[in-house]
């Protein structure tokens, strides 16, 4: 089994009344791309903010890398490079001057950081940036500035807070890819967003936050598992339905939907009947059907 | 620690707002050594601000007169909005938690905006003393009674003397902002606008002020922050009257280390939200 990078056991929040976060124990190991989803409004921030030691848990614990947080956080922090909600920097200088400033405050020796900084903006596609002020930046660079930034101590863990805010298509693009190849070399990633199709590109595994409650933490490819049911697309879909007796469970005038174990076995069946097989396809679960079904209703909508 | 101080330090140095203030608090004291100059109208000896009456005879003595200008009102509100903005500016801009995730201890953050807000005022001092003196000697010229300067009773003092009394007053001077920083700093820990903390403490100080105009407030008048600010002028004279200077230095000490401590407390234990 690989090594937890970041473990909770009951880990719990409370603002007044309010229980933002209630009892949560993640595990996230090493190696993953760990999907954190949750509607607006369930938590996800909260939680990250306590696993950086911004927010204080009410009770629980946090280890991070190993470490008690946030009582280690001077060990801890600077093997993580984080974006807490949204990107922020000081809007009279550079975007280049702000990673300087963090540059200057990160520890370690200052010659094996040596070039850091023109390094992360070519990540993140912004080696070309000029001198003009964050201030003046579109969205879309704050957002870039801000990977930047979590780049800059080549950090072991990457904690992203809806790392894809206010980029366009290619924009997001570039950025799963960059996730991507910082996942191959090794980076572990925590993955908060409330975009379902984000996670399922990229995630290895998930855990959902409803309500201040993780209502799921599993394997992607288990939560996607097939259904036992199958798509038979076919032009002959009545003599399908004649053959199939029992097992269609709905159709139209160009597939069916049918319960089966053994596609194989109903594929032999099918041609063996005479019926033209234009396409077979197991369903499987969706993220949204588990997310869905796991949480409750939006946290925002308030009914009368 | 020293890495933190540098780059708060150069932030201050390099803030166009930093030299606007200081610029206009630099103003006043100018704009009164010219119009003394064009008037010759000094106010009556024991009235207006100290050591205005001595300076026209006296332009070295205009650095101590722009100090009594500038310390009431423009040091204590530029102070107030500098330590204002030291936890809560930060927080608005949100850069506040890339600070600590970085990871930037808060204990540390706080003593380094503490220092940051000890060079903006030593630095505004500086600027205030050299062009008071540089102005003052331009305008008001330098003619001293038998060679010395006289102090506020009098009495000749001589150059050695000047300059450790004058020294002894920028050190209480410094202090009585450092009184002021610590309340602001406290209010930065506490709400999350600049705004809001620069307000807060300077409400405060107006409070002080007009109470010690208030013959009831007498029985809390020597707890009040602004109580001894002025008491630096009783440096100049002879002998020393160390009475004021010694109350206003403990009372502003206490000032410093409570609020600070009530900083620290709230700023280590607090939930960052935004």
Request: zero cysteines; a negative charge.
């Given at each position: 089994m690989t090594a937890t990078i970041i473990g909770t056991q009951g880990l719990t929040k409370r603002f007044g009344a309010i229980?933002?976060?209630?009892?949560i124990d993640l595990d996230v190991r090493e190696g993953d791309v760990y999907g954190f989803l949750g509607a607006n409004g369930s938590g996800k921030t909260t939680t990250v903010r306590m696993l950086l030691g911004l927010v204080l848990a009410t009770s629980g614990t946090a280890e991070v890398l190993g470490r008690p947080m946030p009582r280690d956080g001077r060990h801890v922090l600077p093997q993580i490079g984080a974006l807490v909600e949204s990107p922020a920097a000081?809007?009279?200088?550079?975007g280049r001057a702000n990673l300087r400033v963090h540059d200057a405050l990160a520890h370690g020796r200052r010659a094996t950081r040596k070039g850091r900084v023109d390094q992360v903006l070519e990540q993140v596609g912004?080696?070309?940036?000029?001198?003009?002020?964050?201030?003046?930046?579109s969205l879309g660079m704050r957002q870039r500035l801000g990977l930047a930034h979590a780049l800059l101590g080549e950090p072991r863990v990457l904690v992203l807070d809806e790392?894809?805010?206010?980029?366009d298509p290619q924009g997001i693009r570039e950025v799963r890819d960059l996730l991507l190849q910082l996942h191959r070399g090794g980076t572990t990633i925590f993955l908060s967003s409330h975009l379902l199709a984000e996670v399922e590109q990229i995630a290895t595994r998930v855990g959902v936050l409803d309500r201040g409650r993780l209502v799921v933490q599993e394997r992607l490819d288990v939560l996607k598992r097939p259904t036992g049911r199958t798509y038979v697309r076919t032009p002959d879909v009545a003599q399908a339905r004649a053959l199939l007796d029992g097992q269609v469970e709905s159709y139209d005038e160009r597939s069916l939907l049918v319960r089966v174990d053994d596609v194989a076995a109903l594929n032999a069946l099918l041609v063996r009947g005479g019926v033209r097989v234009s396409g077979l396809a197991p369903e499987r679960h969706t993220l949204e059907d588990v997310v869905l079904e796991a949480a409750g209703a939006s946290s925002d909508r308030f009914e009368s | 620690m020293i890495r933190l101080l540098g780059v708060e330090l150069h932030q201050l140095v390099r803030s166009r707002r930093t030299w606007v203030t200081i610029l206009l608090i630099d103003l006043l004291p100018t704009i009164v050594a010219v119009l003394l100059k064009l008037t010759d109208i000094g106010p009556r000896?024991?009235?207006?601000?100290?050591?205005l009456s001595a300076v026209?005879?006296?332009?070295?003595l205009f650095p101590l007169a722009a100090m009594a200008i500038v310390l009431p009102l423009f040091l204590p509100i530029a102070v107030a909005i500098q330590a204002g903005d030291a936890i809560a500016g930060e927080a608005e801009q949100g850069t506040l938690r890339y600070l600590l995730v970085r990871p930037v201890g808060r204990t540390r953050l706080l003593v380094a905006k503490l220092v940051s807000v000890i060079a903006f005022v030593l630095l505004t001092l500086a600027v205030v003393a050299v062009t008071a003196y540089v102005v003052g000697v331009l305008l008001?010229?330098?003619?001293r009674v038998a060679g010395a300067t006289t102090t506020v009773s009098g009495t000749p003092l001589t150059q050695g003397e000047l300059v450790t009394r004058t020294f002894l007053a920028l050190a209480y001077a410094l202090l009585c902002m450092l009184g002021v920083a610590a309340i602001a700093l406290f209010l930065s820990t506490v709400v999350d606008t600049p705004l809001a903390a620069a307000m807060g403490t300077m409400a405060v100080l107006v409070g002080s002020t007009l109470l010690l105009t208030l013959d009831a407030a007498d029985s809390i008048a020597a707890f009040l922050?602004?109580?001894?600010?002025?008491?630096?002028?009783?440096?100049?004279?002879d002998p020393i009257l160390w009475r004021d200077v010694v109350r206003g230095t403990l009372l502003q000490g206490a000032y410093v280390l409570v609020f600070l401590g009530a900083g620290w407390a709230n700023f280590a234990t607090k939930d960052i939200t935004r």
């Open positions: 229980t933002a976060v209630d009892g000081y809007p009279r200088l550079s912004l080696a070309g940036v000029d001198e003009r002020p964050v201030a003046a930046y790392p894809t805010n206010g980029l | 000896p024991g009235t207006g601000p100290a050591f026209l005879t006296d332009g070295t008001l010229g330098t003619q922050p602004t109580r001894y600010w002025l008491a630096f002028v009783d440096l100049f004279r």
